[in-house]
């Protein structure tokens, strides 16, 4: 067994939002970072794998589209409203626990629960491994509905403009020889 403990130093952790409503083309959509968590997984043979988030370590990245730049200060007023949707004062982490590792093709079909703003639900993320020695790393993705986990998407302009309900998560591991 070789647990590993992954983190902001070998790898990343994004999470990419979209834009709804009828002003849909004058927002942005969001690359969203953190600074603050950690994955543990035996990588020659993944049965158990665990991650955890600080939510308040929520860092805007970017921001795509919207009718001009996204601006220093867009971001960080964009950053204090995903921390107040995600409850942060209340639930300081999201954290996933697998229950199952699955062969799923070249990767694995980790299931488990993943909990949010206080609320668990069973989620499937998916990971693929690629290349070898150094240069081994894994990688995966997988789509969460904040509705799903009582999270109120931020809006604005009498809800003309709002933060689409499906984001996806991407990591990106360097995995150590």
């Known amino acids: ?30 690359t969203i970072g953190f600074t603050d968590w950690s994955a543990t997984v035996d990588v020659d043979a993944p049965s158990q794998v665990r991650v955890r988030v600080v939510v308040d370590s929520l860092q805007v990245i970017s921001g ?18 995903a921390v107040k949707s995600l409850k942060a004062d209340e639930f300081a982490e999201i954290t996933f626990v697998s229950t199952g590792v699955a062969v799923d093709g070249d990767g694995y079909r980790i299931d488990g629960t993943l909990t949010i703003a206080g609320r668990s639900r069973e989620h499937r993320v998916v990971v693929a491994p690629s290349g070898s020695g150094a240069d081994r790393r894994v990688a995966g993705e997988t789509t969460v509905r904040q509705t799903d986990f009582g999270i109120k998407q931020f809006s604005t302009m009498m809800g003309a403009l709002k933060v689409a309900d499906e984001v996806t998560v991407r990591l990106d591991l360097s995995v150590p020889e």
């Not at 709804?20 to 942005?28: C, L, P, Q, V, Y």
């Not at 795509?64 to 409203?81: D, F, I, Y």
């Open 1 to 30: 067994m070789s647990i590993t403990t992954f983190g902001p130093a070998t790898g990343e952790l994004t999470l990419h939002t979209g834009v709804a409503g009828k002003a849909a083309r004058t927002g942005h959509s969001l």
């Open 64 to 81: 795509e589209g919207g009718l001009t730049p996204m601006s220093a200060p867009e971001r960080g007023v964009a950053r204090g409203n």
